[in-house]
């Protein structure tokens, strides 16, 4: 079973709302990854969690914050959003052992801000 | 850093044979990976080469030179579900994803 699972599908959002987007796998993949693409463009890194634990934040702006609760969800929590972070986020996992592990991928959420 | 160049877009015929070449420099190599994209899909994941020469899957075979800094992915008797995206992609440190900016390849009849 590769299968990462992201809900909701789709999502609307005023500037002012908070939402939050949900990531599950239950592969045993102990590393979890949100991008952000817009179309067109590939996929952008934006947060890594490795067993749980932040390791990588690319620059994202305050306005969109992670959170790990356990080794199998991921959510993305977000706030007083600009109309240009409309976008397909993507959640993937991996096993973190050697750095080149295969990242599986979530259907993603297609966002807009209005 | 990792720069990674594949070209934008591609057309072929249905049947046919169509190689989506990559090049990239990166400080280090952990290998290279190639994902297919359909349309407002997730990227799904087609080969993973760390070693130089090719590996076949199927219709799928993705090639490495390493000394070359050089990729490609060929797809045979193309189908129009091949429609599609195609992105190389290089691990850094942390499994840090760097993707090239993909290769439409466009199946006409």
């Known amino acids: 079973d590769t299968e990462v699972t992201q809900t909701p599908k789709h999502l609307v959002m005023g500037m002012t709302n908070k939402k939050s987007l949900k990531c599950e796998q239950h592969m045993g993949h102990r590393a979890m990854y949100w991008y952000k693409q817009k179309a067109k463009k590939p996929p952008e890194l934006m947060f890594v969690?490795?067993?749980?634990?932040?390791?990588i934040n690319e620059s994202v702006p305050s306005r969109f914050s992670p959170e790990c609760p356990n080794s199998s969800l991921l959510n993305l929590h977000l706030h007083a959003l600009q109309p240009e972070d409309s976008a397909l986020y993507l959640c993937?996992?991996?096993?973190?052992?050697?750095?080149?592990?295969?990242?599986?991928f979530g259907p993603g959420t297609r966002l807009t801000v209005l | 850093g990792q720069n990674i160049d594949q070209p934008t877009e591609m057309t072929a015929t249905e049947g046919a044979i169509v190689q989506i070449n990559c090049t990239y420099q990166?400080?280090?190599?952990?290998?290279l990976f190639w994902y297919q994209q359909h349309a407002g899909e997730a990227p799904t994941f087609l080969s993973y080469n760390v070693l130089d020469g090719l590996e076949e899957k199927g219709r799928f075979s993705s090639f490495l030179s390493r000394s070359k800094g050089y990729s490609y992915l060929l797809l045979k008797e193309l189908q129009m579900k091949d429609s599609a995206s195609y992105l190389c992609a290089v691990p850094g440190a942390g499994n840090k994803l760097t993707f090239g900016g993909g290769t439409r390849v466009l199946v006409k009849p």
């Open positions: 993937a996992s991996s096993q973190p052992r050697t750095g080149s592990d295969t990242q599986y």
């Open positions: 990166t400080s280090g190599f952990n290998g």
């Open positions: 969690y490795s067993y749980e634990k932040l390791s």
